[in-house]
């Protein structure tokens, strides 16, 4: 079982935090951002919007350039800029893994697997996703979802398969709560408030989850015990980006208390295979240099401390011009490097799973995409990659 993230126990990736510092100060050349920069991003009032917009502000103030940040309701509506060169990056979550699996929503004829790449990611001291439950719903263990009105945000399959893979801790699916569709992530939160819903998907330190936990129905956050290794073994099967966390930043919490959860990667910073390496290797070296500036600024923002990332836990490629600064600052090793190549050999594989697909692939939208999912998987399986989750 992978230990919790602790400050206290976590290294540098090729030398000391210390000796990552000074290497930082002795290349601290100028920053080479253009004039303007967009990015995507979750809606506003999120924890990642706040950062995008705080980040912003430091872009401003050091190089000038003016960054958009571009809200999108789900995540097709995140992604489609950034794939259609509208967007320079985009700052959310997993469903930039399933858009390079081509699952949910991107097991389109319009979409198919995507050749995403990775710049960095976010490890809060919160937790970047858990179940969230109205304090008067009885769900104090994970296994008290069975039965509960659970929202399913339409249009986020990463949210919806998300919250079944954090069901899977207490061995529950989608099957064993009532689904509540909503039209978006607030609609989440009306819900709750509502009372039509008792829990849902999303960050211990989200912002609107403050008005839950103010309302007369009140928040509670159901926690995963890192003993139970059985629980964490059936989420890692699915996401292996989720992973043991001691959670310290909790809605309605002191900031002496944490919580037993799983977290991963939020927000993302996510480039293409063609987005520019200068452009991607600068973007990365302001994030890093300037964490220290924008890290106060918005919830989670002290997050995006590089020692805070696990290189090997994402199934996704790097970009190369976050690599060349990851080389220049000592962080980037060789199990980085076979670990990214890897995950170059699994965006072939898919690439090649789609071609044969298409090649006669049915009409009908539901024969298309039962079709895709075993094709998918039987050509990683062959290739002895990971399947995550192959059928949805």
């Keep these: 079982m992978r230990k919790p993230y602790s400050r206290a126990t976590t290294g540098v990736i090729g030398g000391s935090a210390a000796a990552l510092a000074l290497i930082t100060n002795v290349n601290a050349a100028d920053v080479d951002l253009p004039g303007t920069l967009v990015w995507s991003a979750y809606p506003t009032g ?84 858990t179940i969230t439950a109205a304090d008067d719903a009885g769900i104090d263990e994970v296994a008290d979802m069975e039965g509960k009105r659970v929202a399913w945000v339409q249009g986020a399959p990463t949210l919806n398969y998300g919250l079944e893979y954090l069901l899977s801790y207490a061995d529950l699916t989608w099957d064993d709560v009532e689904r509540v569709e909503v039209g978006g992530y607030m609609g989440a939160v009306e819900g709750i408030l509502e009372g039509r819903i008792d829990a849902m998907g999303g960050s211990c330190d989200s912002a609107p989850f403050e008005r839950i936990n103010a309302s007369p129905r009140g928040l509670n956050f159901p926690e995963f015990p890192h003993e139970n290794e059985a629980g964490l073994e059936r989420i890692s099967q699915y996401a292996s980006w989720l992973v043991p966390h001691e959670s310290t930043r909790n809605v309605g919490m002191d900031s002496d208390e944490s919580i037993e959860v799983v977290t991963g990667p939020y927000p993302m910073l996510i480039g293409m295979d063609d987005t520019d390496e200068d452009l991607a290797y600068n973007m990365t070296k302001a994030m890093h ?85 075993e094709t998918r998987h039987n050509a990683l399986e062959e290739a002895d990659l990971p399947t995550l989750r192959s059928f949805w």
């Design 46 to 129: 999120t924890t990642g919007y706040a950062q995008s917009v705080a980040v912003g502000q430091i872009l401003q103030n050091e190089y000038d350039t003016n960054l958009r940040v571009v809200p999108g309701r789900n995540d097709v509506s995140r992604l489609e800029p950034l794939r259609r060169g509208r967007a320079d990056f985009s700052a959310g979550g997993t469903e930039a893994v399933a858009a390079q699996e081509a699952q949910f929503n991107f097991a389109q004829q319009s979409w198919g697997p995507q050749s995403t790449r990775v710049l960095m990611w976010a490890i809060s001291d919160a937790c970047s996703f």
């Design 289 to 373: 240099q300037h964490y220290e500036e924008y890290r106060e600024n918005a919830p989670g923002a002290e997050g995006w401390e590089v020692e805070r990332m696990e290189l090997t836990s994402m199934p996704m490629p790097f970009h190369e011009g976050a690599i060349r600064y990851f080389e220049e600052i000592g962080l980037w090793d060789d199990e980085a490097q076979e670990h990214h190549e890897q995950n170059l050999k699994r965006q072939e594989v898919l690439a090649e799973a789609w071609e044969d697909h298409m090649a006669d692939a049915p009409t009908d939208q539901d024969e298309f995409e039962e079709a895709w999912m």
